[in-house]
C-alpha cells in the first residue's frame, strides 16, 4: 500500500494503481477475517470478560462506516437504547459488530439502507442488523456462515468478500455463549440477529 501511495505521488492515480488498492484492501480484510476466525478457534469458550456499556461500543463501531455508507448513498438508521451494560469480552464484540456492519455496508444496493437496533430483552440484549439488496442469495439464510462459502463469485470479488467474515462472527458469538441468526425478509432484505446473555 505504501508503495502504491508513493507511486501515484509520482504519476498520479490510475486504473492499475486503484486495482492494486482494491486487492490490498480486500486482501487485507481477508488477512482480518482469518486472524479473527483462527483467534475466536483457539480461545473457544475461554475469553477474559469485563462490564462495559454495549451502547458505547455498538455507536463508536458502527460509526467507522458512516462514510462507506455515504459513499454508497445508503439510507442509514440506528435506534440504539442507552446505557446498555453487559458483561462480555469486549474485542471480539466490537469485531462481531463491525464484521456485520462491514457485510451490510458491502451487500446494500446503492441508495438503499443500513439499520442497526439493540434492545434489552429480559436478561439478554439483542443486536440486529439489517440491509437491502439487489437480490436475495439462493440458499437458505444459515448458510451464510457456512466457512468459506460465497454464493456469487464474481460478485463477491466485486463486493471484496471472502466468505470467511460471517463464519468468523458466528464462531465468536458461539464462544461468548450467545446466538446469531440470519433471516429474509420482504423486499430483498438480509437481517443478522445476535442474542447475548
Not at 21 to 31: D, E, F, G, H, P
Not at 50 to 59: H, K, N, Q, R, T
Not at 111 to 118: D, H, I, M
Amino acid at each position: 500500500m505504501a508503495n502504491t501511495e508513493a507511486m501515484e505521488l509520482s504519476v498520479g492515480e490510475n486504473k492499475y494503481s486503484k486495482n492494486i488498492r482494491t486487492q490490498i484492501t480486500r486482501l487485507n480484510s481477508l488477512m482480518q477475517n482469518l486472524l479473527t476466525l483462527s483467534k475466536s478457534d483457539e480461545m473457544y469458550g475461554d475469553y477474559k470478560n469485563e462490564e462495559f456499556c454495549i451502547s458505547d461500543l455498538a455507536v463508536k463501531t458502527v460509526s467507522m462506516f458512516s462514510e462507506a455508507m455515504e459513499l454508497k448513498k445508503l439510507k442509514y438508521s440506528f435506534d440504539i437504547i442507552p446505557d446498555i451494560r453487559i458483561t462480555s469480552n469486549k474485542e471480539m464484540l466490537s469485531n462481531v459488530i463491525s464484521i456485520l456492519t462491514d457485510n451490510a455496508v458491502q451487500y446494500a444496493k446503492e441508495e438503499g439502507f443500513v439499520s442497526v437496533k439493540l434492545i434489552k430483552k429480559d436478561k439478554t440484549t439483542e443486536l440486529s442488523i439489517s440491509n437491502n439488496c439487489e437480490s436475495l442469495p439462493q440458499c437458505e439464510a444459515e448458510k451464510l456462515f457456512d466457512r468459506f462459502y460465497r454464493e456469487d463469485k464474481a460478485r463477491t470479488q466485486k463486493n471484496g468478500g471472502s466468505g470467511i467474515g460471517l463464519s468468523a462472527a458466528q464462531s465468536i458469538v458461539n464462544s461468548l455463549g450467545g446466538e446469531i441468526k440470519a433471516e429474509y425478509l420482504p423486499e430483498n432484505v438480509i437481517k443478522f440477529t445476535v442474542v447475548i446473555q
